[in-house]
Nanobody, 124 residues
Framework: QVQLVESGGGLVQAGGSLRLSCAAS????????MGWFRQAPGKEREFVAS????????FYADSVKGRFTISRDNAKNMVYLQMNSLKPEDTAVYYC?????????????????WGQGTQVTVSS
């Protein structure tokens, strides 16, 4: 069974940047669309970005478009989320997931496997 582990979260000031990583073990990611979601306290888990199995297509939530970039390295079994111009409202636990749903895989129910999450806190 595939296991996902996110890393790279932390505390950053507004306007700063972070790069999240998602590492997979126990299986390959190369055949799957992948996505990043986030969950703030008291809120539902929401879609952030997705990337197609080849990396040729990406899709973003309007709230992060132009600031975040999702990428992948299938040879390394890794997915990344570069986050720039961070805002306090980006504060959340960020999760990566494997989608077995149809592109652009923006629904939580599209995803079968999740990591444990990494905390991102943006101070004002």
């Amino acid at each position: 069974q595939v296991q996902l582990v996110e890393s790279g979260g932390g505390l950053v000031q507004a306007g700063g940047s972070l790069r999240l990583s998602c590492a997979a073990s126990g299986g390959t990611l190369k055949n799957y669309n992948m996505g990043w979601f986030r969950q703030a306290p008291g809120k539902e888990r929401e879609f952030v970005a997705s990337i197609s199995w080849s990396g040729g297509s990406t899709f973003y939530a309007d709230s992060v478009k132009g600031r975040f970039t999702i990428s992948r390295d299938n040879a390394k079994n890794m997915v990344y989320l570069q986050m720039n111009s961070l805002k306090p409202e980006d504060t959340a636990v960020y999760y990566c997931g494997i989608s077995q749903g149809y592109w652009p895989s923006i629904r939580r129910n599209d995803y079968d496997y999740w990591g444990q999450g990494t905390q991102v806190t943006v101070s004002s």
